[in-house]
Nanobody
Framework: QVQLVESGGGLVQAGGSLRLSCVAS????????MGWFRQAPGKEREFVGT????????YYADSVKGRFTISRDIARNTVYLQMNSLKPEDTAVYYC?????????????????WGQGTQVTVSS
């Protein structure tokens, strides 16, 4: 089992920045990748970005490329999502996910464990 806890969400003005954190605990050594997804009100959950086990490879959705950056601190079992130049359309609940089977997966089915989510609200 793997447990994921996100933090760092909040309210920010358009153009601002936030950094989300996701701490993993449990049987994390067998993981291949960690990802971030988001779900806006009335919409399906969508892929944001992902990072591989060693932290040297990332992949992002086109909607956030160049604005968001994923990194990880392996020693602390923590993944970060640095969000810059935030837009109102980035408003959503952001979820951290953990994969045992895929590296750099972009679909929900690629991930085995999920956090509870953290709310990000960007005001115009």
């Amino acid at each position: 089992q793997v447990q994921l806890v996100e933090s760092g969400g909040g309210l920010v003005q358009a153009g601002g920045s936030l950094r989300l954190s996701c701490v993993a605990s449990g049987r994390t050594s067998s993981g291949l990748a960690m990802g971030w997804f988001r779900q806006a009100p009335g919409k399906e959950r969508e892929f944001v970005g992902t990072i591989n086990k060693s932290g040297d490879n990332t992949y992002y959705a086109d909607s956030v490329k160049g604005r968001f950056t994923i990194s990880r601190d392996i020693a602390r079992n923590t993944v970060y999502l640095q969000m810059n130049s935030l837009k109102p359309e980035d408003t959503a609940v952001y979820y951290c996910a953990f994969s045992l089977r895929y590296g750099l997966g972009v679909t929900e089915s690629s991930y085995d464990y999920w956090g509870q989510g953290t709310q990000v609200t960007v005001s115009s």
